[in-house]
């Protein structure tokens, strides 16, 4: 499920929040921010307790950090998938050029006989 169980709007909020803490993170130190940390988990589920997730929705704490655990993994299972796909259309078309390369040799060694 794309928003791991929660409501559309919830998520959409809690999305916000993952981005502003990462942005966050990002501006701090670009060099050693990681999306996926326990100290991101921690800002965004201290954010979004207090925010309308927490205060209308009745979300705990806890809860957040389950669906930033959550979350993170989804996002490095999305990023895995987009780079096997990657490699898999690059070697697919690395096949595919030495197949139309073996083929003119093959024209070009039967021309010649």
Known sequence: HP????HEDDHAVFERLWRRCELADEAADAESSSSSTPLLHERVAGLAKDSVLGARR????????R????????????AL????????RD??????RRAREAAEIAEVAATQR
């Open 67 to 78: 669906h930033c655990r959550w979350y993170a993994e989804r996002r490095a299972l999305l």
């Open 58 to 65: 009745g979300l705990t704490e806890a809860a957040i950090l």
């Open 3 to 6: 928003t791991g169980g929660w």
């Open 81 to 88: 998938r987009r780079d096997t796909l990657a490699a898999w």
């Open 91 to 96: 070697a697919k078309h690395v096949d595919e």
